[in-house]
């Protein structure tokens, strides 16, 4: 399966921002023939859907308690799919990991089983 690799998680303010990318871990597949979900889990808690986007990137969705907060989005040129996270909460503090899912986003995003190896983000003061 497709190897994905995330990054730019780490310690924030409450309020502040951190940008999560995903990025194939190899050269030997493109990111850009995937849609993408970020999903999150913290300790003793169900994993949860955060935000997902197509293949081009004209489709997103995203996780109620995330609306206007994150953002999903991706740079094929680059390979990436990153999620902007402003305003953060103690309640976003997770592991983020990425994962490839359905193409049919609008409903939920539906993992199809490559994932990465998820990037720690804490909020906390």
């Known amino acids: 399966q497709l190897q994905l690799v995330e990054s730019g998680g780490g310690l924030v303010q409450p309020g502040g921002s951190l940008r999560l990318s995903c990025a194939a871990s190899?050269?030997?597949?493109?990111?850009?023939?995937?849609?993408i979900g970020w999903f999150r889990q913290a300790p003793g808690k169900e994993r949860e859907g955060v935000s997902c986007?197509?293949?081009?990137?004209?489709?997103?969705n995203y996780l109620d308690s995330v609306k206007g907060r994150f953002t999903i989005s991706r740079n094929n040129a680059k390979n990436t799919v990153y999620l902007q996270m402003n305003t953060l909460i103690p309640e976003d503090t997770a592991i983020y990991y990425c994962a490839t899912v359905r193409r049919d986003i609008t409903r939920a995003c539906t993992p199809t089983g490559s994932w990465g190896q998820g990037t720690q983000v804490t909020v906390s003061s």
């Open positions: 190899g050269f030997t597949f493109t990111l850009n023939d995937y849609a």
């Open positions: 986007i197509s293949r081009s990137g004209g489709s997103t």
